[in-house]
């Protein structure tokens, strides 16, 4: 694996033909988590897939469409047009270096575009292949019953946020209660109305203090996304070079 602190020459050297490029958001995480979240899972996101296909792995970029945020004071929220204008423009310009195989992976969860972008990529330009690693359809229930934490509505923040936090940036997490118990009634609502007007402070679940430790919480966050993320890692090489050779005919 390579990434933007190798010399071009070394990216050269290697042969990689794949290139990971991972998008983070800067949104709310209601009162007591930091606002880079989704920039820090990102970041491992592109670690691991990068090792796992061998790739020239990109720095994150960190905004996103957070609309349903953007409400919240601080948040950066990017036209759906700007964004994945910006993006295929950055693949066209490394496809004319060589590279053929793209990997675009998303620390945001709301980034519901990325699957029809990826289409778009794909039919209009016939001699690369960019895909996402969702190749595992049951990644995410697996992870989430590994780490204990199954059987609760939540989305963003709340319990499942502050383990993430607690195992990614103790440091900046404020172990304070936050959310509250979001009706599954809302769920219907959360890609049309603004969270401010669906959720207590933003978080979308509820974090009480003192159930666990905080090296409990930090572990559970760590067993939540290794367990999903060696998951979607498996089989990736293959499904990619795969795709590719049926694609290229």
């Known amino acids: 694996m390579l990434n933007y602190t190798n010399t071009t020459t070394e990216i050269t050297d290697s042969r990689t033909d794949t290139v990971v490029i991972p998008i983070g958001a800067t949104e709310q995480f209601g009162p007591g988590l930091p606002m880079n979240l989704d920039n820090l899972i990102a970041e491992i ?6 090792r796992a296909v061998n790739a020239y792995v990109l720095p994150v970029l960190p905004f ?22 910006f993006l295929e423009n950055m693949i066209v310009n490394l496809r004319r270096q060589g590279f053929k195989k793209f990997v675009l992976t998303s620390g945001h969860g709301g980034s519901y575009w990325v699957s029809a972008f990826i289409k778009h990529m794909n039919y209009e330009y016939e001699d690369i292949m960019v895909i996402h690693p969702h190749h595992q359809r049951h990644a995410w229930e697996e992870a989430v019953e590994a780490a204990g934490l199954s059987g609760r509505n939540e989305m963003h923040g ?13 440091d900046l997490v404020k172990l304070e209660h936050m959310g509250s118990p979001v009706p599954s009634a809302h769920n219907k609502l959360a890609d049309y109305v603004g969270w401010d007007k669906l959720t207590k402070d933003g978080n979308w679940g509820e974090f009480i203090p003192d159930v666990y430790t905080p090296d409990e919480l930090a572990a559970k966050g760590e067993t939540l996304w290794m367990t999903f993320i060696r998951k979607n890692c498996e089989g990736l090489k293959e499904h990619l070079e795969e795709a590719y050779s049926i694609k290229m005919g």
Request: overall charge negative.
């Open 45 to 50: 996101y592109a670690r691991e897939y990068g």
């Open 158 to 170: 709340g319990l499942l946020g502050v383990c993430t936090a607690m195992w990614l940036c103790p």
């Open 64 to 85: 996103n469409t957070s609309e349903e945020h953007a409400a919240f004071k601080g948040t950066v929220t990017v036209s759906l047009n700007i964004l994945t204008a």
